[in-house]
């Protein structure tokens, strides 16, 4: 099985600030065939389902504000969100979809400062 | 509009079974897989499984492989999870979400389980 390890397990970033969230897979999710990489950002806000937020490591999903990027490829993967809003306290997972089971990251606490 | 609709919360004694459901509606149903993950109070997301509804092809994270039974009914666009001999340890808000290409897009609200004698 492929393990997902983020860091940190919790952040605290001033609203406006930059806030980084990192992912790391015990193997490489990159498929060399189509050169994209099996990676996916989710969002649970407490009491929510969890949201799709980035997939191929660095494409938005329809409708996420575009200060939520993604970049990393192999096996080391960033979330950023440029600027925090009060909305964005959560929980963020990463995901690898390369090889079943499809396992997520341990989850990462973000809250204001 | 394309939803999962889960089944209500459940309160099961320590041995009793459960089956425990999700309907989709506004896409194809046997056109995608659809899956289950479960969240443990206060804890992450596991992936437990899934199944396509074309063919019941079935895979199950090694971790849930023979604790759950995933199962589909087409005839009504709704997938199902169930345990024969509940434990408290299944304690848990179980998600049914839909994988496309193996990330979830498309998530169901959640169904809370709660065992307790």
């Known amino acids: 099985d492929i393990v997902m390890t983020q860091s940190p397990d919790s952040l605290a970033v001033s609203l406006g600030e930059r806030a980084t969230i990192n992912c790391k897979s015990s193997?490489?999710?990159?498929?060399?065939?189509?050169?994209?990489?099996?990676l996916a950002w989710y969002q649970q806000r407490a009491g929510q389902s969890p949201r799709l937020l980035i997939y191929?490591?660095?494409t938005r999903e329809s409708g996420v504000p575009d200060r939520f990027s993604g970049s990393g490829s192999g096996t080391d993967f960033t979330l950023t969100i440029s600027s925090l809003q009060a909305e964005d306290v959560a929980v963020y997972y990463c995901?690898?979809?390369?090889?079943?089971?499809?396992?997520f990251g341990q989850g990462t606490k973000l809250e204001i400062k | 509009e394309v939803q999962l609709v889960q089944s209500g919360a459940e309160v099961k004694k320590p041995g009793e079974s459960l089956k425990i459901s999700c309907q989709s509606s506004?896409?194809?149903?046997?056109?995608?897989?659809i899956g289950w993950v479960r969240q443990m109070p206060g804890r992450g997301l596991e992936w437990m499984g899934i199944i396509h509804p074309g063919d019941s092809d079935t895979r199950y994270s090694p971790s849930f492989e023979g604790q759950v039974t995933i199962s589909v009914d087409k005839s009504i666009s709704t997938a199902y999870i169930q345990w024969n001999s509940l434990q408290a340890s299944d304690t848990a808000m179980y998600y049914c979400?839909?994988?496309?290409?193996?990330?979830?897009?498309?998530w169901g609200r959640g169904t809370m389980v709660t065992v307790s004698s």
């Open positions: 193997q490489s999710v990159l498929y060399n065939s189509n050169n994209k990489n099996y």
């Open positions: 979400a839909r994988p496309l290409h193996g990330l979830f897009d498309l």
């Open positions: 191929w490591a660095s």
């Open positions: 506004g896409y194809v149903f046997t056109n995608y897989w």
């Open positions: 995901q690898q979809y390369f090889g079943s089971p499809y396992n």
